[in-house]
């Protein structure tokens, strides 16, 4: 088995497998990102994936169009996070609940929509979709090593890493990024200098829907070409510990999705490999076993931290 997957990282297999392992839940941890730096955690990023990712195979499916696809998962994303807002702000609902409830909805509501509109119970899957395309970068693709690493990889992934960099500079670099972490930290201190405390917050949540919208599209008209049965497997529970995980900045979260990217990638690989012994239950443990020594270490690191300020 060790020379098999050997053999995957010699020929850089277990790259491709990676980036497309890591794209949704650094996209998902990244919306996540944002809305808990408001002080609006937001948990229901599983539910939103799903429900984004129905809508854009539903729809791309139904016009032959990736980005109407994506446009339509993401949007539909964004408007159950104002939902979001709208009872855990204005109607002062727990936001937990509420993003527990979304994520019991967005199973319950997507088997639904699936069976009444294919007749289809376990999984959905389009003839000819037009999946989110390929990028093969002209001149680098037919070159060794350098060709596999940065060529023919979706456009989702390449967007991914492009949002990391937006993040950092919408965060630290503008006066929006200010009000967030002020609305995060002190929003009676923000509301008093004039800080819009409640348009700040919703803001928060819809750039969260978003981000989960996009990771949700990626699934189905990327990543695969099909909706599968909650297909999002507990994605948007790992980028919540992501989020965690890279200490609340882009760039951690970045490399907090590359390590859970890479359990899913051997995951996959060691699954793969013919006559392999070990069970697949065993297997696919591996994601949530990092998960957990992930957030043991982030305790003990907050502790440890804790320990030197006093």
Known sequence: ?????????????????????????????????????????????????????????AVCSGTGSWALG????????????????????????????????????GSGFTIFMMNKMYGQAGNYSPPDLHNIPNVNIPFLEHVPVIGKLLSGHSLMVWAAFILVAFCVALIYKTPYGVH?????????????????????QYSALAWS???????????????????????????????LAVV???????????????????????????????????PTQFIQMIPYVVTILALVFFALRKKRRHALAV
């Open 1 to 57: 088995m060790l020379n098999a997957i050997w053999n995957q990282i010699v020929d850089l297999t277990i790259v491709v497998v990676l980036f497309r392992f890591m794209t949704p839940i650094l996209l998902a941890a990244l919306g996540g990102l944002i809305s808990d730096i408001a002080g609006v955690i937001n948990i229901s990023l599983e539910g939103l994936m799903l429900l984004s990712a129905f809508t854009s195979i």
């Open 70 to 105: 994506i446009a339509a998962g993401a949007a539909v994303a964004v408007a159950v996070s104002y939902a979001i807002g709208f009872f855990s702000i204005r109607l002062k609902v727990d936001i937990i609940i509420a993003g527990f409830a979304v994520n019991i909805f």
């Open 180 to 200: 967030l972490r002020a609305v995060g930290e002190a929003p009676d201190a923000a509301k008093s200098v004039g800080i819009p405390v409640r348009r700040v």
């Open 209 to 239: 829907g978003l981000f989960a919208g996009l990771a949700g599209a990626y699934l189905s008209t990327g990543m695969t070409s099909m909706f599968v049965k909650d297909m999002t497997a507990g994605t948007g529970f790992l980028a």
């Open 244 to 278: 965690l995980l890279g200490n609340r900045n882009p760039i951690g979260i970045l490399i907090g999705s590359f390590i859970f990217g890479l359990a899913s990638a051997v995951t996959t690989i060691v699954q793969t490999i013919p006559g392999s012994q070990y």
